[in-house]
């Protein structure tokens, strides 16, 4: 059974920081590109950042020098540095496992919330 577990959401003032991580199970850790997406109210899910199976990142406009993904292939785990936060942050985050070889092949985190205040 696959399982991806989202741990460290929770509420910051805008300017903070917080890291979210992602523990994998139930697949070949390094056989997938992992990613974090958020979605706010009323908006569409979309990517924040993503990471290959090598570590190379890309990373939202939006986020750009401000958040930082990696990867620990022995530990199964992907994480996400939020930096100097802002409210437009807020958002459920979720985290993403995608098959390197069967990219329709992807799973899904059950998501995180975090909030970031004015």
């Known amino acids: 059974q696959v399982q991806l577990v989202e741990s460290g959401g929770g509420y910051v003032q805008g300017g903070g920081s917080l890291r979210l991580s992602c523990a994998a199970s139930?697949?070949?850790?390094?056989?997938?590109?992992m990613g974090w997406y958020r979605q706010a109210p009323g908006k569409q899910r979309e990517l924040v950042a993503g990471i290959s199976s090598e570590g190379n990142p890309n990373y939202a406009d939006s986020v750009k020098g401000r958040f930082t993904i990696s990867r620990d292939n022995a530990k199964k785990s992907t994480y996400l540095q939020m930096n100097s936060l802002k409210p437009e942050d807020t958002a459920v985050y979720y985290c993403?496992?995608?098959?390197?070889?069967?990219?329709?092949?992807?799973?899904w985190g059950q998501g995180t919330q975090v909030t970031v205040s004015s």
């Open positions: 993403n496992a995608r098959n390197r070889w069967v990219q329709t092949l992807e799973y």
């Open positions: 139930g697949i070949t850790f390094r056989d997938h590109i």
